[in-house]
């Protein structure tokens, strides 16, 4: 089963926790001082909210999955269709290990397809260089199978 994943960048987060509370009539399912995510069933969707970011609005699109082999679909759909995309497996990040993958679409909107496996203690990769984790700073500039990425990642 999917689910869609919208994390949008925020700049007050009490305030924004206060207004989707209400738009969803729910409580986050998490909550911390930088971040907060509600699970929704209706509409089935993964909303998170941060502080992380310098720009303010949506930072990235997604589809979060329930397994590994859903993840493999999708990574092998983008290879057929020739999508540009950065794997990044055993990511830590928003508060929870996943492997992703990170897709640009023609406009330049970033899509994180991934599985999450657990949760982790910091919000980023490292809690001494405080990684941000979102939508990668650079574009994935080379197709999937490709040996290197423009960004020093390695792709699928």
Not at 6 to 15: P, Q
Not at 108 to 129: I, L, Q, R
């Amino acid at each position: 089963m999917k689910r869609l994943h919208v994390h949008i960048s925020v700049d007050d987060l009490t305030a924004s926790i206060r207004f989707y509370n209400a738009l969803f009539a729910a409580e986050p399912t998490v909550s911390k001082p930088d971040y907060a995510k509600w699970m929704l069933d209706d509409p089935r969707v993964n909303f998170a909210i941060s502080t992380r970011s310098a720009k303010h609005g949506v930072n990235h699109l997604g589809i979060q999955v329930d397994s590994a082999e859903e993840l493999d679909e999708i990574a092998a759909r983008a290879q057929q269709g020739q999508l540009h995309a950065i794997a990044e497996p055993g990511a830590q990040c928003c508060y929870a290990q996943s492997n992703k993958h990170w897709i640009t679409d023609p406009q330049g909107v970033v899509w994180e397809a991934f599985h999450s496996m657990g949760e982790v203690a910091v919000y980023g990769n490292t809690p001494e260089t405080g990684d941000s984790c979102c939508a990668p700073a650079a574009k994935p500039r080379i197709k999937l199978g490709e040996a290197s990425c423009s960004t020093g990642t390695g792709c699928c």
